[in-house]
T-cell receptor, first 110, second 116 residues
């Protein structure tokens, strides 16, 4: 099973950038890297995904290392609403079964 | 448009009773998934449906757990003879493209099950 490693928790000040790391040293060439977040008392919501190149969307940016063994989710200006658990998941083609770890709990300080 | 909905939002049941949890996926989504999240833990895959294909039940923890999907839409997760260790939040998700990398899953709000 494809696995990822994330820090248990991180803190950020409001309106500052946040870099959430994820290690996935066993990634294969066809694995997509997905990020989801889970706000308190809600189901997870999609944030961003990528394969090889860095990706940007309205929520965040995803920076993928050249060897693809790690990636970083970047929130450009953290808000209080961004406080959540962030999950980094490897999406292996054809398996569709996400393996969620315990994620990184992000605390945003006002 | 409407997202994934689940009912009930909360369910308290006595040990040994059967429970049914319902999931309404996003219209047009062909893939449907059930996950379980115990307190303070990540999500645990339970079962996956895709169209008329046989479901992937490899994540179901015991034969007390079963699930159906009628008409390729609504799904029901049934837990028979509930045990206290079944207490968790049960999450349903749907996806427009099954088994294809790069397509996100859309999650419902979950059903919090408490077995007393």
């Amino acid at each position: 099973d494809a696995k990822t490693t994330q820090p248990n928790s991180m803190e950020s000040n409001e309106e500052e950038p946040v870099h959430l790391p994820c290690n996935h040293s066993t990634i294969s060439g066809t694995d997509y890297i997905h990020w989801y977040r889970q706000l308190p008392s809600q189901g997870p919501e999609y944030v961003i995904h990528g394969l090889t190149s860095n990706v940007n969307n309205r929520m965040a940016s995803l920076a993928i290392a050249e060897d693809r063994k790690s990636s970083t989710l970047i929130l450009h200006r953290a808000t209080l609403r961004d406080a959540a658990v962030y999950y980094c998941i490897l999406d292996t083609s054809g398996t569709y079964k996400y393996i969620f770890g315990t994620g990184t709990r992000l605390k945003v300080l006002a | 448009g409407a997202g994934v909905s689940q009912s009930p939002s909360n369910k308290v049941t006595e040990k040994g009773k059967d429970v049914e949890l319902r999931c309404d996926p996003i219209s047009g989504h062909t893939a449907l998934y059930w996950y379980r999240q115990s307190l303070g833990q990540g999500l645990e895959f339970l079962i996956y449906f895709q169209g008329n294909s046989a479901p992937d039940k490899s994540g179901l923890p015991s034969d007390r757990f079963s699930a159906e999907r009628t008409g390729g839409s609504v799904s029901t997760l049934t837990i028979q003879r509930t045990q206290q260790e079944d207490s968790a939040v049960y999450l349903c998700a749907s996806s427009p493209r099954p088994g294809t990398s790069g397509y996100e899953q859309y999650f419902g709000p979950g059903t919090r099950l408490t077995v007393t």
